[in-house]
């Protein structure tokens, strides 16, 4: 009954096809294998099978969802599953009332020449929360390449009309510029890319799609896949009164590359202020973006190959050990490693420093060093290399700083850049005879500490950190000099 009801001839009428006919799509209902009842969907999944492949995609609709928020999802089966796992359907009832504040701390308002815009309604500092909210839409890449465009809107048509009636109404109401289907149009408009559950997405999310481009924006964004919300972040003050704005495509591309990108698929004329400086500024901001991704690619390698080195020590005890397939693992690894080194200039643990430092202050001048947290790490990294445990500390509390901002940093990465911020001394990073002499130091501070608190009891206000005063430190550093640098090990 309910598909008989899909009308169909929108598709057909606005999309080149109708040149060459225009059949219906062949929709079929998903078979449940547990039955019915136990579906954790509102409705039924109705799916096309696309020409020559196995698995269908389907449209599967929780009107439960965040707090009867509701959602849809354009997938397959095996990826509707994996999403009905995470912690979003789990326990989507403890979840904050995403997207629903009870006091937004921005308001939506007409703007001249670009449509409506989320103005700031009060003071908000780097790091205020300004938005978290769950996708209305999750649309899988795949509708785009298995499925042919007739057929990907009405999977996509069929997923907004059976969303709970207050995100249908605000999805019809988003803005819109017609070139092919209102429903795909206002979809690519107003999407975010997301990763979730193993899938890439198109995702809809209702109240951020307010919020206009600007190359050097205020706010950040980014999605937490285990619980399927969309954040944003201030990234600098923002005074009442002003624009929220976030940026559609990469920062880290010149110019030219981003007015053509703006203009083809959100069709307008950037006219930010990074897009409208002096011809020599808009020049010498390009050569410092290319500049940056340059480094920061030598710096990936660096690090690539410092963790290569540390896999390589491991599995040349696995081949002493007699480890079965050790050998075959070495022999990739060193493969690798020597692509590298052909690849990727040699750094020293100072030129790492020297390169993450000028990367981070480009990032500075760029307005963009929200985007340096791994940048950071990696100073961090070839500081702790070196044994200066402060300057580690330092750069990787701003790279957790930065990196929760721009990238919420809840996963293994988080936990390791988080142990550096807390003591580098446990870290692989550390020299190891430094790591020694600082053991020793401590265990020698122990004794003494233990002989003197039987002595005095006011040595216990002395300070027991040895690492800190200037002798060990000088050890340290002595150490350090001394140690074979780690990452250099293997090439030499
Ligand atoms: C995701 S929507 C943003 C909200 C939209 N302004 C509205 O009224 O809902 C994207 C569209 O907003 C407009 N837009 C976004 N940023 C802009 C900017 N910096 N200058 C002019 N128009 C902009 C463009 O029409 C673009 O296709």
């Known amino acids: 009954g309910w598909l008989t009801n899909v009308p169909r001839g929108d598709v057909c009428v606005n999309t080149p096809l109708r040149v060459v006919g225009c059949l219906p799509p062949v929709i079929r209902e998903l078979e449940i294998l547990d039955g019915p009842a136990t579906s954790p969907w509102t409705f039924k999944p109705l799916c096309i099978m696309p020409a020559g492949l196995k698995t269908p995609l389907c449209v599967f609709t929780s009107h439960a969802f965040a707090n009867g928020r509701g959602i849809s999802i354009v997938t397959s089966p095996r990826i509707a599953s994996n999403i009905h796992n995470l912690t979003a359907f789990a326990q989507w009832d403890t979840l904050t009332q995403a997207g629903e504040l009870a006091a937004p701390p921005f308001e939506v308002r007409e703007l001249p020449g670009r449509g409506k815009g989320g103005i700031a309604n009060t003071t908000l500092h780097r790091g205020d929360r300004i938005l978290a909210a769950t996708p209305a839409l999750l649309i899988d890449m795949r509708v785009y390449s298995w499925l042919n465009e007739m057929d990907g809107i009405e999977l996509e048509r069929i997923a907004v009309r059976q969303l709970p009636p207050k995100a249908h109404e605000m999805f019809w109401e988003l803005h819109n510029a017609p070139k092919t289907n209102s429903v795909r149009d206002r979809i690519s408009i107003n999407a975010f890319a997301v990763e979730a559950a193993g899938g890439r997405f ?3 999310v209702l109240e951020t799609s307010r919020f206009n481009h600007d190359c050097r924006p205020n706010s950040a964004y980014y999605f ?14 923002i005074s009442p009164g002003t624009e929220i704005s976030l940026t559609y495509i990469s920062p880290l591309s010149p110019r030219s590359h981003r007015q053509k990108s703006l203009a083809s698929t959100w069709g307008f004329g950037c006219t930010c ?3 409208s400086m002096h011809p020599k500024m808009v020049k010498q901001s390009d050569l410092r973006v290319n500049h940056i991704q340059n480094m920061t690619r030598m710096l990936y390698g660096w690090h690539e190959r ?12 696995e081949v002493a050990a007699g480890a079965k397939g050790a050998e075959e693992k070495k022999v990739r690894l060193s493969a690798r490693a020597r692509a590298l080194n052909r690849t990727i200039p ?10 993450a430092e000028t990367i981070i202050s480009m990032f500075r001048q760029e307005r963009l060093d929200v985007y340096s947290s791994d940048a950071h ?12 445990r402060f300057d580690t500390i330092r750069h990787a509390q701003l790279s957790i700083e930065t990196g929760l901002i721009h990238e919420g940093l809840d996963d293994e990465l988080h936990f390791d850049v988080a ?16 790591a020694a002499a600082a053991a020793e130091n401590s265990t020698a501070s122990e004794e003494a500490s233990k002989a003197s608190q039987e002595g005095s009891k006011a040595s216990e206000e002395s300070p027991k950190v040895t690492e800190e005063s200037p002798k060990a430190s000088e050890e340290v550093s002595k150490a350090s000099q001394e140690s074979p640098k780690t990452s250099t090990a293997h090439e030499q």
């Open 419 to 434: 142990q550096l911020a807390k003591d580098p001394t446990t870290d692989p990073c550390w020299p190891k005879a430094a």
């Open 377 to 388: 790490l990696l100073a961090a990294l070839a500081y702790c290399a070196e044994g200066r």
């Open 224 to 237: 937490d896949e285990e619980t399927l919300t969309h954040y944003t972040h201030a990234v600098t003050n």
């Open 346 to 355: 040699h750094l020293s643990n100072q030129e790492v420093i020297a390169t």
């Open 202 to 204: 198109s995702g809809v």
């Open 306 to 317: 410092m963790a290569l080195d540390q896999e390589l020590a491991y599995v040349d005890e």
């Open 273 to 275: 202020s990074q897009c």
